[in-house]
Each structure stands twice: as structure tokens, then as C-alpha cells.
Nanobody, 121 residues
Framework: QVQLVESGGGLVQAGGSLRLSCVVSGSIFSINAMGWYRQSPGKQREKVADFTFGGDTYYADSVKGRFTISRDTAKNTVYLQMNSLKPEDTATYYC???????????????WGQGTQVTVSS
């Protein structure tokens, strides 16, 4: 019973900031990677930022220098700090985890329900 729950979305003016949170719970054996994706109407889902628990971090070119992904291991939480927001950042943001549950050998993708971010001009 793995669950990912996002929070922190909202309405913000261009140039403002938001911090998204994703709490992971369940019978987890190991986590290989976690990240954030976003999707707006009429567009494909896009990877925004992620990291592997081996230490590698990825950012989409469109958010480099503005967004920062981080984690709090003790709280099983991953964050996305979003600064200098632009109207084109408007989307539903989804938390993603690649993990293995107990007693299974294959890692699988798990997704949260999403949180809406709207940036006004």
C-alpha cells in the first residue's frame, strides 16, 4: 500500500515562489529515485526535476536556475522549491517515485494525484 500525496500548489503572480511537498508512505523496501513531473492541458507530461538516491540530480532546461529539488529522509518527503515563476509554469504537478515494495524484486513507478500550480502574468 504505497501512497504519494502532494501539497503546496496554488495561485501566484509571475516572479513569485511556491514550495511543493510530496509525502511517501507504505511498505517500501527501497527507493531508487523520486521526482516531479508536470502536465498542462494539451501538452505531454514533462519531467521537471528528479534525483536518484545514488546522488544524481536532473532538471529540465526550462527550470534550471529557478527550481530546486530536495528531500527530508526522516519525514519521507520530497520538495520542489519553485522561484521566479512564469505563466508557462502553470500546470498540474505530480510526484513520482521509483521504488520496490517488500518481497518484490522489481522496481515500479508510483504517482501522486497532483497539485495545481497557476501563475498569473
Amino acid at each position: 500500500q504505497v501512497q504519494l500525496v502532494e501539497s503546496g500548489g496554488g495561485l501566484v503572480q509571475a516572479g513569485g515562489s511556491l514550495r511543493l511537498s510530496c509525502v511517501v508512505s507504505g511498505s517500501i523496501f527501497s527507493i531508487n529515485a523520486m521526482g516531479w513531473y508536470r502536465q498542462s492541458p494539451g501538452k505531454q507530461r514533462e519531467k521537471v526535476a528528479d534525483f536518484t538516491f545514488g546522488g544524481d540530480t536532473y532538471y529540465a532546461d526550462s527550470v534550471k536556475g529557478r527550481f530546486t529539488i530536495s528531500r527530508d529522509t526522516a519525514k519521507n518527503t520530497v520538495y520542489l522549491q519553485m522561484n521566479s515563476l512564469k505563466p508557462e509554469d502553470t500546470a498540474t504537478y505530480y510526484c513520482n517515485a521509483v521504488l520496490k515494495v517488500r518481497l518484490l524484486s522489481t522496481a515500479r513507478d508510483y504517482w501522486g494525484q497532483g497539485t495545481q500550480v497557476t501563475v498569473s502574468s
